[in-house]
């Protein structure tokens, strides 16, 4: 289309036009740049299209001096926002399906323009998966397991500009490969609209695939969601909800299952975090890596930024074992690990976090004092939290004031058959994922106090090991059966807190004996079971 509509002095001026996204999608939001020599601050679009084969040019030259096709910008760079073509265009739903061109040209009141510059337009789905057209205002709603299937599949429905929300829970056992990769990371809008996806079982043998609901994420966003029952299995970058955050955010997201991995960044909810921010999550996922390093109940390894989240699920690793996280060199702020366990080959394991070092950004961190360890010794390694006894973290004023988290808006706590825990509020299918360990040692674990000296061992009951403090040194420990017989002894070689390895003895009722250098003793029965 070559317009003789401006009549004046000036020349059509060269011009370059690009577009986002490109070629234009005709369901999708767009935005046109043209850049040109200086035509000033007070730059219009005039705009026509191609429909079928024939111009449309809806209209007059001078009647696009308005604010509706006013373009921001200025020394030869001109933007214009169209929020939706079909409207823009007052184009009808059979016009829209035959869009093929849109052709543009800058122009002044004056009558200064540009040559015409034009753009290609792809037919976008319409009223995809359940509905909507993938639009912050109208996104995709995904309601079934063939939704889900087709949405894994089709990469076009990835892109940054693409908004997606579940309208219900939906069986994820139909999922052959996660959505995105890291050569094709999701970069959209994901609302889990507080449902879940359940049954996720995905599994890879390739080392440097990442595994997860989502393989990779990069720039988008994970809100509202959870993920239950799942079973991700791979070598490495390995979680349930994402295998890599490379950068975005995810937000308000639970996971239970169980992960797997054999090599490094292994996590509850996020193998690896590059540098998303991850806020407000929680993970209550068995979690578990033969080899190499970075294992933990949220995230495997991270250099991104984390706050607000706790997990629950019993951790074992190699080599750089936590609670929350296995190896970080980023931030983690106001979080808590009430893990089930944490077991590590090697030294470089923790209740919270299995390395310490000078990477490391936290604050405000939290971890039960109580949960399950071994083999490793727990040196100083991964000292990022403060412990704390079960009892003081199962009130609910004193969580609340440790954590600093919103339970007005964001969490809720709940409280069942005596056991109170947080959740997501407005999220559906979250039971309780605190081990039993945990409620049996805030009700009855056994305390000494005399002398000014404090003793305690607990939990109570325990599983395989028994974990004594003291206010001060202590001398032995000795452990004996209601029979009489000498199960263990421990000496306290001046320490303040020893561990006294009970996994293989058979359940039932035993005798403690502690005595502290300065001679006070305590006694202390104890179940195992």
Same mark, same amino acid.
């Given at each position: 289309?070559?317009?003789?509509?401006?009549?004046?002095?000036?020349?059509?001026?060269?011009?370059?036009?690009?577009?986002?996204?490109?070629?234009?999608?005709?369901?999708?939001?767009? !935005?046109?740049?043209?850049?040109?020599?200086?035509?000033?601050? !007070?730059?219009?679009?005039?705009?026509?299209? !191609?429909?079928?084969?024939?111009?449309?040019?809806?209209?007059?030259?001078?009647?696009?001096?308005?604010?509706? =096709?006013?373009?921001?910008?200025?020394?030869? +760079?001109?933007?214009?926002?169209?929020?939706?073509?079909?409207?823009?265009?007052?184009?009808?739903?059979?016009?829209?399906?035959?869009?093929?061109?849109?052709?543009?040209?800058?122009?002044?009141?004056?009558?200064?323009?540009?040559?015409?510059?034009?753009?290609?337009?792809?037919?976008?789905?319409?009223?995809?998966?359940?509905?909507?057209?993938?639009?912050?205002?109208?996104?995709?709603?995904?309601?079934?397991?063939?939704?889900?299937?087709? =949405?894994?599949?089709?990469?076009?429905?990835?892109?940054?500009?693409?908004?997606?929300?579940?309208?219900?829970?939906?069986?994820?056992?139909?999922?052959?490969?996660?959505?995105?990769?890291?050569?094709?990371?999701?970069?959209?809008?994901?609302?889990?609209?507080?449902?879940?996806?359940?049954?996720?079982?995905?599994?890879?043998?390739?080392?440097?695939?990442?595994?997860?609901? =989502?393989?990779?994420?990069?720039?988008?966003?994970?809100?509202?969601?959870?993920?239950?029952?799942?079973?991700?299995?791979?070598?490495?970058?390995?979680?349930?909800?994402?295998?890599?955050?490379?950068?975005?955010?995810?937000?308000?997201?639970?996971?239970?299952?169980?992960?797997?991995?054999? $090599?490094?960044?292994?996590?509850?909810?996020?193998?690896?975090?590059?540098?998303?921010?991850?806020?407000?999550?929680?993970?209550?996922?068995?979690?578990?890596?033969?080899?190499?390093?970075?294992?933990?109940?949220?995230?495997?390894?991270?250099?991104?930024?984390?706050?607000?989240?706790?997990?629950? #699920?019993?951790?074992?690793?190699?080599?750089? @074992? #936590?609670?929350?996280?296995?190896?970080?060199?980023?931030?983690?702020?106001? +979080?808590?690990?009430?893990?089930?366990?944490?077991?590590?080959?090697?030294?470089?394991?923790?209740?919270?976090?299995?390395?310490?070092?000078?990477?490391?950004?936290?604050?405000?961190?939290?971890?039960?004092? #109580?949960?399950?360890?071994?083999?490793?010794?727990?040196?100083?390694?991964?000292?990022?939290?403060?412990?704390?006894?079960?009892?003081?973290?199962?009130? =609910?004023?004193?969580?609340?004031?440790?954590?600093?988290?919103?339970?007005?808006?964001?969490? !809720?706590?709940?409280?069942?058959?005596?056991?109170?825990?947080?959740?997501?509020?407005?999220?559906?299918?979250?039971?309780?994922?605190?081990?039993?360990?945990?409620?049996?040692?805030?009700?009855?674990?056994?305390?000494?106090?005399?002398?000014?000296?404090?003793?305690?061992?607990?939990?109570?009951?325990?599983?395989?090991?028994?974990?004594?403090?003291?206010?001060?040194?202590?001398?032995?420990?000795? @452990?004996? $059966?209601?029979?009489?017989?000498?199960?263990?002894?421990?000496?306290?070689?001046?320490?303040?807190?020893?561990? @006294?390895?009970?996994?293989?003895?058979?359940?039932?009722?035993?005798?403690?004996?502690?005595?502290?250098?300065?001679?006070?003793? +305590?006694?202390?029965?104890?179940?195992?079971?």
């Amino acid at each position: 289309m070559a317009l003789s509509l401006s009549v004046g002095a000036f020349a059509q001026n060269p011009a370059q036009i690009t577009t986002v996204p490109s070629p234009a999608v005709s369901t999708k939001a767009l !935005e046109v740049k043209i850049t040109t020599s200086d035509m000033g601050q !007070e730059v219009y679009c005039y705009s026509w299209c !191609e429909v079928n084969g024939s111009e449309i040019s809806p209209w007059e030259w001078a009647a696009v001096n308005t604010s509706k =096709f006013r373009m921001t910008g200025n020394g030869g +760079s001109y933007t214009i926002k169209i929020d939706n073509i079909q409207e823009f265009y007052g184009l009808s739903d059979d016009q829209l399906e035959g869009l093929t061109k849109l052709g543009f040209i800058a122009k002044t009141p004056g009558g200064n323009q540009t040559e015409d510059c034009f753009v290609n337009v792809e037919q976008g789905p319409r009223e995809a998966y359940a509905g909507g057209y993938g639009t912050a205002d109208s996104p995709y709603i995904l309601t079934t397991s063939a939704h889900l299937a087709q =949405f894994s599949t089709t990469s076009r429905d990835w892109s940054e500009d693409t908004y997606v929300k579940l309208g219900a829970d939906i069986d994820g056992v139909v999922l052959t490969s996660p959505i995105g990769s890291t050569g094709s990371p999701f970069k959209g809008h994901f609302d889990g609209a507080g449902y879940s996806i359940k049954n996720v079982n995905l599994s890879s043998t390739t080392l440097g695939a990442s595994v997860g609901l =989502f393989g990779a994420l990069s720039g988008g966003e994970i809100i509202n969601l959870g993920v239950t029952d799942a079973n991700m299995a791979g070598v490495n970058n390995v979680g349930t909800l994402v295998g890599t955050a490379i950068s975005g955010k995810i937000e308000r997201c639970f996971a239970t299952g169980k992960v797997t991995g054999n $090599s490094i960044c292994v996590g509850g909810l996020i193998g690896e975090n590059i540098g998303a921010t991850v806020s407000d999550c929680y993970a209550g996922v068995v979690v578990s890596n033969e080899d190499d390093y970075a294992t933990g109940g949220i995230v495997g390894k991270n250099t991104g930024a984390v706050k607000n989240v706790y997990a629950t #699920g019993e951790i074992s690793g190699k080599d750089y @074992v #936590g609670g929350i996280v296995g190896a970080n060199y980023g931030s983690i702020r106001n +979080s808590v690990a009430l893990n089930t366990g944490v077991f590590g080959d090697n030294d470089y394991a923790a209740r919270f976090g299995g390395n310490n070092n000078s990477q490391n950004q936290v604050s405000a961190n939290h971890s039960w004092d #109580g949960m399950s360890r071994g083999p490793a010794n727990w040196p100083m390694h991964g000292d990022h939290a403060t412990d704390k006894k079960a009892s003081e973290l199962i009130d =609910f004023t004193t969580f609340k004031t440790l954590t600093g988290w919103d339970f007005d808006n964001v969490w !809720e706590w709940r409280n069942e058959d005596g056991k109170p825990y947080p959740v997501l509020r407005n999220l559906s299918n979250q039971t309780n994922t605190i081990p039993a360990s945990f409620f049996a040692s805030s009700a009855v674990e056994e305390i000494f106090e005399a002398d000014k000296v404090m003793i305690t061992a607990g939990p109570n009951p325990f599983a395989d090991y028994v974990t004594v403090r003291c206010s001060e040194p202590l001398a032995t420990v000795d @452990v004996y $059966s209601l029979a009489g017989g000498k199960m263990a002894t421990v000496n306290g070689k001046g320490s303040m807190e020893l561990t @006294v390895d009970m996994s293989g003895a058979s359940d039932g009722m035993y005798i403690v004996s502690v005595v502290s250098q300065s001679g006070s003793k +305590s006694v202390f029965k104890l179940i195992k079971k």
